[in-house]
């Protein structure tokens, strides 16, 4: 891992990640606050470009008796133009009357046009899609979701608006084709059960319909059932999606990544039930894939993955809970990714952890854009100019120039390359680490879902099952056998030592091996003590204390069954379970 410390001169700050919408392109950063789009350039110093409400609207809006905040300009969007260069599109609430607005190279072209895909006010959940911005205002296209409630969700697309029963919703992306758009979402359901959908609208004969389908990503039998985040790597029709999954559980969480093909795993699925929008058809139809990279838990140094972005097929891009940017690859489609490249990106004013990624060029060069929680910085995706001439030729995005390393889009520095060197650079610190293995489930057991569906009760006994310490560690079938004979062992030679170095009315029978027991003090007192044995999983004994009121505190060493080493206050020694040309679209929870 190469630790990186960010410069001051690439960095946007102040940022809030929780209530600002960005976006970026090429050296360009567009940030909405409030009322007005905040810009950064390359290196140069962000200024800001205002947008307010027409004073009309705001007049209007105080008549109606609403709060002089309703009134005003709030940005709630913003997102640079699929099909016009250097103009960017930002949604404003303007006095509940939204709008969208037309920036031109950064600047405020005066150009605005009332439009529904646009929320009419902050609170609203919107996700917008822009699908084009013509070269009028009034031709803007696009596709748009607004949760207003708990129980429903609107989606608006060019032809209609549809309103949808749906249970705590939650919509992650919506996919570049504006003909037929695909949804991706999470649904909570009011038993706590929570599920992943990719979705479409339809008209039938008695109205319309939202058809969704179950996205299930799993590991043999360990379901990641939470989607956190989607890209999509547009190629035509062959348009592919990679999904940062994630499990539910607050108290432990893994993360992994799933890939889904439109051609091969959703149109096969979706094209029959389009036909007569009917839902029934599929309903006992799961699209299942299984992970494409390593897991990432709560276990590991770095945490779970965060957030994913990519600009390639063959190439991703991760941030984790610990501030490590990674880069993944593999050389064809029907390759493994494997992780090449970890970079940790620190500076005092932006926060630990890495919550979104936004990859594009930068005059040529391969950038992507971090987000923390109060900055965002750019890094180039490869550092060509720190690496040496072995190093670049297997590096993507780079390759040599008269014996130099620099950066490249050329098409022999984007394919076939999977680089395992550690860059130099002038402002990092290389710190050694000992090379991850792909794993499965590790940590605490995980209770199974059933049916890729995890119910509320489950996280409820999951997290009271590790606070109490009774969780049992994952383990291969031969150590738990020998801890199970370690532990028989050690319990009747302690049953039995117990019986010739204590007091004969102080031993223990077998009815006191629990968790909970009453011990009888000497003959000499009345008084009785309550013992609670405590275990965790990353211990290997148990310790039974008597409060005694004739002889002080007193400590035993109790084995505890199935642990593999008995006596020890030692650490578990238990083994886990083992389109160059494209364009890209991520969204995310």
């Not at 049992?472 to 030592?497: D, E, R, W």
């Amino acid at each position: 891992m190469t630790l990186v410390q960010i410069k001051e001169e690439d960095m946007f700050w102040p940022f809030d990640f929780s209530t600002q919408a960005w976006d970026v392109d090429g050296a360009s950063i567009y940030v909405a606050d409030s009322s007005k789009v905040q810009v950064k350039k390359g290196r140069e110093e962000s200024f800001s470009v205002p947008l307010n409400s027409l004073e009309a609207d705001v007049r209007s809006c105080k008549r109606g008796g609403n709060p002089d905040e309703s009134c005003n300009n709030h940005i709630t969007n913003v997102q640079v133009c699929p099909d016009m260069e250097a103009q960017l599109v930002a949604c404003g609430t303007n006095a509940l009357q939204p709008e969208v607005f037309f920036l031109d190279n950064a600047t405020y072209s005066g150009k605005r046009h009332t439009h529904q895909l646009c929320p009419k006010s902050s609170e609203i959940d919107a996700l917008v899609q822009v699908t084009s911005c013509g070269s009028d205002p009034a031709e803007i296209e696009g596709v748009a979701v607004h949760i207003e409630a708990r129980d429903s969700a609107k989606i608006i697309t060019k032809s209609r608006i549809f309103d949808f029963k749906l249970w705590s919703p939650k919509f992650l992306h919506i996919s570049s084709n504006n003909k037929t758009p695909l949804f991706f979402f999470t649904e909570t359901s009011s038993a706590g059960e929570l599920a992943s959908f990719v979705g479409v609208t339809c008209d039938s004969g008695t109205g319309s319909n939202l058809i969704k389908i179950p996205l299930k990503c799993s590991r043999e039998d360990f379901i990641f059932a939470k989607m956190k985040q989607v890209v999509e790597i547009v190629s035509g029709v062959h348009n592919t999606f990679h999904i940062l999954f994630s499990t539910p559980f607050n108290l432990y969480k893994k993360t992994t990544i799933c890939s889904y093909s439109f051609t091969d795993h959703i149109l096969p699925v979706l094209k029959p039930v389009l036909e007569r929008c009917d839902p029934s058809q599929v309903a006992n139809v799961v699209i299942a894939e299984t992970p494409i990279l390593e897991d990432r838990g709560s276990e590991s140094d770095s945490g779970p993955y965060t957030s994913i972005s990519t600009l390639w097929d063959n190439v991703l891009l991760l941030g984790t809970e610990g501030g490590e940017l990674i880069t993944a690859q593999r050389s064809t489609v029907d390759d493994p990714f494997l992780i090449t490249l970890t970079r940790k990106l620190t500076h005092e004013k932006c926060g630990s952890a890495v919550l979104d990624l936004k990859s594009t060029f930068v005059d040529e060069v391969a950038t992507v854009y971090v987000a923390f929680d109060t900055c965002i910085t750019s890094v180039p995706i490869s550092p060509c100019s720190s690496l040496d001439e072995d190093c670049c030729e297997r590096t993507i995005f780079c390759q040599l120039a008269d014996g130099i390393c620099v950066p490249s889009l050329d098409e022999f520095a984007v394919s076939g390359k999977v680089s395992h060197c550690i860059p130099k650079e002038s402002n990092s610190t290389i710190i050694e680490k000992e090379p991850l293995t792909p794993k499965t489930t590790i940590g605490p057991v995980i209770f199974k879902p059933i049916s890729g569906i995890i119910t509320e009760a489950q996280i409820r006994a999951q997290e009271d099952c590790i606070q109490e310490g009774l969780c049992p560690q994952n383990a291969t079938i031969p150590v738990a056998i020998v801890g199970l004979i370690v532990a028989f062992v050690a319990f009747f030679g302690g049953y039995f030592c117990g019986k010739c170095s204590l007091k004969p009315q102080e031993y223990m029978d077998d009815s006191e091996w629990g968790i909970t027991n009453t011990l009888s003090a000497s003959s000499s007192s009345t008084a009785k003590t309550r013992t609670r044995i405590k275990t965790s999983p990353s211990k290997q004994s148990a310790t039974l204390r008597s409060n005694r009121s004739d002889e002080g505190e007193t400590a035993r060493t109790i084995p505890v069954m199935g642990v593999s080493s008995i006596g020890s206050n030692r650490e578990s020694t238990l083994s886990p379970r083992k389109s160059a040309d494209g364009s890209t679209h991520e969204s995310r929870a």
